[in-house]
């Protein structure tokens, strides 16, 4: 049988199981194995398999990965999140639609130790929702605000799937993180200013409450200097990777003992139960990332071999179209692919086979997964397989439906950050390209 046809099969039978919900790493090392072996034979795709398994995640670089969730893990179990809400809802009260910017922002200083998308929305689910019940705020434009805000881990660093980009694409994680931030920010505020004028047009969206009014300016400056432990990780991590002080493996060992020791001082994490649950969550989380990571690259092994990354190259790279509307045509498949298979699996299968061809067009590496990670903010709240926006309604046990129809408005929001990300590339390269 012809290599090339392997490889086309091998690809349509990966996205059938994807389809049926089998696990991502066991459908990528079962087509891969299925293929080599009709490629060479069973005992050299076995061999070849066991190679993968070491060399794949052989590496001091991959330290990174388990340092960064640890840090999340203790974050998310240290009580950051309710400091980060309960401050940032003072310094925006009275504003219209105070407790959705405030989630917003909330979620943004939040991201910056946590690099979870899911544990950012369900916690503050768990935070948000109901005081904005509390306050009459209407549900579809309550859940539409905590889904969306809750994406802000995959840009803001620490972020886990910039970890994933890095390793798929050879990239440096620190200045993957670098480029996060503007993005990240820039998409806080968008949504911010969404939240702000539809609240103002209509009202009845999120009324403003009594116990907003009570709040002083020096109310105000209280919460922002409450905010110094956050903001502190933060800069020691981020600050650390810019100046050239930490490595991201240093940044993120940094972190994790920095966010312990804050965990333990403000009680949170004084519970022996609540490190060993942050302990646990870090090692099951490393496990299904290694095991995607190690599955993915065996698959791209088998994918190598039937010539089909290297002919789509060719075509795409020869293709006598301006390079824009290549992009163009990439971004729309990972937006379709998205919204029907975990994020993670779209780009362990597309980015060994689309990064080349994009850098070859001249197009910057960093900045193309500052775009691919747009596009993955916006498969986690997308329909049909919207994992954020299934996580909220779970905890929030609301209807599904409402939340897909909440985020609506801010997916116009995300394109509307494209646009600028595309007209103005530096504002994701700046400081990775100013980085010393």
């Known amino acids: 049988m012809d290599f090339t046809l392997i490889g086309i099969l091998g ?31 069973f005992n050299a795709a076995m061999s070849l398999l066991g190679e993968t398994l070491y060399n794949a995640i052989a590496s001091p670089t991959f330290c990174v990965l388990p340092l960064f969730i640890l840090m999340g893990a203790f974050a998310s179990k240290g009580g950051f999140a309710e400091l980060a809400y309960a401050n940032v809802h003072k310094i925006c009260a009275r504003i219209p639609g105070a407790l959705a910017i405030a989630t917003s922002f909330g979620c943004a200083v939040f991201a910056s130790i946590c690099g979870s998308t899911i544990a950012t929305a369900t916690i503050f689910g768990k935070l948000a929702y109901p005081e904005m019940q509390r306050y009459k705020y209407d549900d579809t434009y309550a859940l539409g605000a905590i889904a969306c805000s809750g ?10 799937m910039f970890i994933l980009f890095a390793i798929f694409t050879e990239q440096s994680v620190g200045k993957l993180f670098l480029a996060g931030i503007f993005p990240g920010l820039l998409t806080a505020i968008v949504y911010a200013l969404c939240m702000y004028l539809r609240a103002k047009l209509y009202p009845n969206l999120a009324p403003i409450h009594p116990e907003e009014l009570k709040v002083t300016p020096k109310d105000r400056g209280k919460a922002f200097v409450a905010l110094w432990p956050i ?34 001082a403000y009680g949170k994490l004084r519970n022996m139960q609540a490190i060993r649950s942050s302990l646990r969550e870090t090692a099951r989380t490393t496990a299904m990332l290694f095991f995607i990571i190690i599955a993915a690259m065996y698959f791209s092994r088998f994918l190598a071999m039937t010539r089909v990354p290297t002919d789509l190259a060719h075509f795409l790279a020869n293709w006598d179209v301006n390079p824009h509307i290549v992009f163009t045509c990439v971004i729309a498949i990972w937006f379709l692919l998205g919204m029907v298979i975990y994020q993670a ?14 850098v070859s067009l001249g197009y910057e590496p960093i900045w193309i997964c500052v775009i691919a990670m747009k596009l993955n903010e916006i498969a986690g709240i997308t329909p ?3 994992i954020n926006a299934f996580a909220l309604a779970g905890v929030t046990n609301s209807r599904v439906e409402q939340v897909f129809k909440g985020v609506i408005p801010f997916i116009v929001c995300d394109v509307i950050v494209i646009i600028l990300l595309f007209l103005w590339p530096q504002i994701a390269l700046f400081l990775p390209n100013s980085v010393l």
């Open 231 to 264: 903001l502190l990780l933060a800069f020691m991590v981020i600050g650390g990777i810019y100046s050239g002080i930490f490595t991201a493996n240093e940044a993120g060992a940094v972190g994790a003992m920095g966010t312990l020791i804050f965990g333990l």
């Open 151 to 160: 994406s802000f881990a995959c840009m803001i660093p620490p972020s886990g």
């Open 11 to 41: 690809i349509a039978t990966l996205l059938i199981l994807l389809f049926c919900g089998l696990h991502m790493g066991v459908d990528f090392i079962l087509v891969g194995l299925v293929g080599l072996t009709l490629l060479i034979n």
């Open 345 to 358: 699996a779209v780009f362990a299968l597309t980015l060994p086979i689309i990064f080349p061809v994009l």
């Open 384 to 386: 049909p397989v919207g």
